[in-house]
């Protein structure tokens, strides 16, 4: 079989939709999917609100009640009969969502066993045969995988890769 390597956030999950709740309640108010195009959530907030997007990632329970993204769960579960898949997530950069990355797995993904979460601090150490990220940097590593570009608010611009907008795309790609 081959191996396939899918990352958590803002591939399976919404961060940036929990981001925008988090940032709603201290603040009062949401950012727009314009203001958001093109650019990280951090990079679109005020100035005098700097550093708060990287407060709550660091909070403990920010990541355990991320939503999935529409169908991701039902195709991860139908790609895991088909591939040998990893959760690859850079989780050592919020050590506080360790546990919940764990948690949130566990609970949406029953299928999986904790053999298959790759819970790393840089994705360089991974080796797969394909990959589904949204960070192109996350590729740059790889020999002979095929990727697919997970497409976020953040990554619009980028064209080195090929991309997928949904999990129904995926589905149609990989299945």
Request: aromatic fraction near 14%; hydrophobic fraction near 40%; proline fraction near 3%.
């Amino acid at each position: 079989m081959l191996t396939l390597a899918i990352d958590m956030d803002e591939t399976m999950a919404d961060t940036t939709k929990e981001i925008n709740n988090w940032y709603e309640r201290e603040f009062g108010h949401r950012l727009s999917e314009e203001q958001l195009h093109g650019v990280e959530f951090r990079n679109a907030i005020p100035e005098a609100h700097a550093g708060v997007v990287k407060r709550y990632l660091n909070s403990p329970g920010f990541f355990r009640y991320l939503e999935p993204f529409p169908y991701a769960i039902d195709v991860v579960k139908e790609l895991n009969q088909k591939y040998r898949v990893f959760i690859v997530s850079a989780a050592m950069e919020f050590p506080n969502g360790l546990k919940d990355k764990v948690e949130w797995l566990d609970e949406f993904c029953p299928f999986l066993n904790w053999r298959q979460y790759c819970l790393c601090g840089d994705k360089s150490v991974v080796q797969t045969d394909l990959m589904i990220d949204d960070r192109a940097k996350n590729f740059t590593h790889l020999v002979g995988a095929k990727t697919y570009l997970y497409s976020a608010h953040h990554n619009v611009a980028e064209t080195r890769f090929e991309r997928v907008d949904n999990w129904q795309q995926v589905a149609a790609k990989l299945l």
